[in-house]
Antibody, heavy 116, light 110 residues
């Protein structure tokens, strides 16, 4: 069974940092693009970033460029999102998803709250 | 403001058919595949349609997708009360080099 499980969310002050992790199982992780998608409370979906199978190609939404870094560790079936200089508008549920342009498996999400 | 435009809400009676539109531009829908997602209240989104009109295993054929030019449409026939959810379209934007989603459409089955 395909599963992706996120962790690392929490409450952080504006300007702070957080690192999200996602562990995948049930499929050959190293052969798939992976992405992060977020959803602010009561709002729609926002694509955040994606990363190629070998980690050598990455893309970001403009609002997080220079602040967030997506990475992966194929040996550990793991995907990461390092989030720096966090802002109130980054408050959202962050989903780890399988795929680069369409997303066929979603985790349950990890909640990031940026507030003082 | 979302790059892709969807109606905020649609409604129909049980057993009826509904369509949800998703409008974009040549840099996104016009030159990339469209996917559709269903988000039931309090749950993670679920893939309904990929590559414009393909259904993943386990998705009933009541759900269909189509694309024409810079617009895409999700169709749902034989509506069930359990279909009440938010529906999102998504694609890649070649100019932005990023994924994009519509703002979402809330389906009410009256």
């Amino acid at each position: 069974e395909v599963q992706v499980v996120e962790s690392g969310g929490g409450l952080v002050q504006p300007g702070g940092s957080l690192r999200l992790s996602c562990v995948a199982s049930g499929f050959s992780f190293s052969t798939y693009w992976m992405s992060w998608v977020r959803q602010a409370p009561g709002k729609g979906l926002e694509w955040v970033a994606n990363i190629k199978q070998d980690g050598n190609e990455k893309y970001y939404v403009d609002s997080v460029k220079g602040r967030f870094t997506i990475s992966r560790e194929n040996a550990k079936n793991s995907l990461y999102l390092q989030m720096n200089s966090l802002r109130a508008e980054d408050t959202a549920m962050y989903f780890c998803v399988r795929g680069g342009r369409s997303y066929d498996y979603w985790g349950q999400g990890t909640l990031v709250t940026v507030s003082s | 403001q979302s790059v892709l435009t969807q109606p905020p809400s649609v409604s129909a009676a049980p057993g009826q058919k509904v369509t949800i539109s998703c409008s974009g531009s040549s840099s996104n829908i016009g030159n990339n595949y469209v996917s559709w997602y269903q988000q039931l209240p309090g749950t993670a989104p679920k893939l309904l349609i990929y590559d414009n009109n393909k259904r993943p295993s386990g998705i009933p054929d009541r759900f269909s997708g189509s694309k024409s030019g810079t617009s895409a449409t999700l169709g749902i026939t034989g509506l069930l009360t359990g279909d009440e959810a938010d529906y999102f379209c998504g694609t890649w934007d070649s100019s932005l080099s990023s994924g994009v989603f519509g703002g979402g459409t809330k389906l009410t089955v009256l």
